[in-house]
C-alpha cells in the first residue's frame, strides 16, 4: 500500500506491450462501491471473498497484463499460477513521507482505510512484508526511485523470465 504501484504500472505500460489492471478498481466496479465503504459495510472477511473471486478469473482469463493488487491480495492460493510477483519493496516509513508528500495526501489517506492507526499499520507491514519476500519472483526497492526508473528496473527484470 502506497508503493506506487498504479503510478509504476502506468509508466511501464507505456514502455511495454502490456496492459494494466487494479484488483481493487475491479472490485469496486463488481461492488458498485469503494473499497473503504465494502469494509465499513460488509467487513474484511466479505471483501477477501471479492479478491478470492477476482483472484480465479485473473487466473483463467488475464494473461500478458500488468497486474496491481491490493495488500492482502499475496493470501490467495492462486497467486503464483496467475504469474509473475513483482514485490515493490519500501519501508514503511518512507512509504508514509510517501503519501503525506503526494499533492492528494488527504485524498490518498482517506482512501486507505488500514493506515487510520499507524501503529497497527506498522504491524500489519512488518507482518506481510515477510510474507511478501517468500512470495516475490522479483524485488524491486523503490525508496527514493523515481516511477521511471522503477519502471525501467521491473521491464528489464521480467524480460529474463518471459
Excluded at 71 to 88: M, P, R, S, T
Aim: a positive charge.
Amino acid at each position: 500500500m502506497g508503493v506506487g504501484k498504479g503510478s509504476i504500472a502506468r509508466e511501464m505500460i507505456k514502455h511495454s506491450e502490456y496492459m494494466a489492471i487494479d484488483t481493487d478498481d475491479i472490485i469496486e466496479s463488481m461492488e458498485n462501491k469503494k473499497i473503504k465503504i465494502i469494509f465499513e459495510d460488509d467487513g474484511e472477511k466479505h471483501f477477501r471473498n471479492l479478491e478470492k473471486k477476482v483472484s480465479k478469473w485473473l487466473e483463467k482469463s488475464v494473461k500478458n497484463t500488468l497486474i496491481s493488487t491490493g495488500g492482502g491480495f499475496y493470501k490467495q492460493e492462486n497467486l503464483k499460477d496467475i504469474g509473475l510477483v513483482v514485490l515493490l519493496d519500501s519501508s514503511f516509513e518512507a512509504i508514509i513521507k510517501r503519501i503525506k508528500e503526494h499533492p492528494n495526501a488527504v485524498k490518498k489517506l482517506k482512501k486507505r482505510p488500514l493506515l487510520n492507526d499507524l501503529k497497527k499499520a506498522k504491524e500489519l507491514y512488518d507482518e506481510r512484508k515477510v510474507e511478501y519476500l517468500k512470495l516475490a519472483d522479483i524485488v524491486i526497492d523503490v525508496t527514493d526511485k523515481s516511477v521511471e526508473k522503477c519502471s525501467k528496473e521491473i521491464l528489464k527484470k521480467v524480460k529474463k523470465y518471459v
